[in-house]
């Protein structure tokens, strides 16, 4: 394991997570209307955490495969911008609709990675995919709350 690529991979990561204490479940947030199945927000910080080491590490990995390395770095690149730049539009403005279109990216980007990773490392891809699990009831749970809020 390349420590200083995982490293820099992290901190990335990292940055993305700051965007949670930047702009965290405020009482605009918490007097929406939610689903039943809206998870408590004690477990957001668990799952991201253990998350965001796990597509730090899937990074460290896709950056040494040679030949395609800058389009499966470049998915990953997109996918950390737009998971960053969802919490300050959501917390932040207040804005479903508009959080709801950046996590439509976000859900596109994540399933590109486990497709494309698939060809390049498949254990990488493996180990994505439980992110697009949650990505995808990220979306619902948004989608949802955009549904009950309009």
């Known amino acids: 394991m390349d420590w200083l690529t ?10 993305a997570a700051s965007t949670g204490a930047l702009f965290p479940p405020n009482e605009w947030y918490k007097n929406l209307d939610k689903p039943s199945w ?3 927000n004690w477990l957001f910080p668990i799952a991201w955490s253990i998350l965001y080491i796990v597509i730090a590490y899937v990074g460290m990995r ?11 770095i470049a998915l990953w690149a997109l996918q950390i911008t737009l998971n960053t730049i969802w919490t300050p539009i959501f917390f932040g403005l207040n804005d479903i609709k508009l959080a709801m279109k950046f996590m439509i990216g976000l859900w596109l980007s994540v399933l590109l990675m486990v497709i494309t990773y698939w060809f390049s490392d498949p254990l990488s891809s493996i180990l994505i995919f439980p992110y697009f699990i949650w990505v995808s009831f990220a979306a619902a749970l948004n989608f949802r709350i955009m549904q009950l809020n309009n």
């Open 38 to 40: 809206n998870p408590p």
């Open 6 to 15: 995982f490293a820099l991979f992290f901190l990335t990561c990292c940055v």
């Open 62 to 72: 896709i950056s040494t495969i040679a030949g395609s390395k800058d389009f499966l």
